[in-house]
């Protein structure tokens, strides 16, 4: 089992930055992709940005310019810095972690944490 822990979320003025992070444990687990994504209310969650273990990136239009995703491998734990916040990013936004163990594919999802983007 891999545990992951989030934080970062909390409430932001329009234009400020958070940064979100996650943190995963479990013993004798490989970690491959890590990526975070959200889901607002009322809609279906959506991918925000992933990054490989060779740390290659992908973002969601929405997001490109303004986010970045990072990862320090030494402690499995993946950033997501977001900047110029929007009311329209407002979501709960969760970690999601591939990782193999034994030659087995596992995909875990954090608890999520709230992002609020408000005056």
């Known amino acids: 089992q891999v545990q992951l822990v989030e934080s970062g979320g909390g409430l932001v003025q329009p234009g400020g930055s958070l940064r979100l992070s996650c943190a995963a444990s479990?013993?004798?687990?490989?970690?491959?992709?890590m990526g975070w994504y959200r889901q607002a209310p009322g809609k279906q969650r959506e991918l925000v940005a992933k990054?490989?273990?060779?740390?290659?990136?992908n973002y969601a239009d929405s997001v490109k310019g303004r986010f970045t995703i990072s990862r320090d491998n030494a402690k499995n734990t993946v950033y997501l810095q977001m900047n110029s916040l929007k009311a329209e990013d407002t979501a709960v936004y969760y970690c999601?972690?591939?990782?193999?163990?034994?030659?087995?594919?596992?995909?875990?999802w954090g608890q999520g944490t709230q992002v609020t983007v408000s005056s």
């Open positions: 479990g013993s004798m687990f490989s970690i491959n992709d």
């Open positions: 990054i490989t273990i060779g740390s290659s990136t």
């Open positions: 999601n972690v591939k990782a193999v163990r034994l030659g087995v594919r596992f995909n875990y």
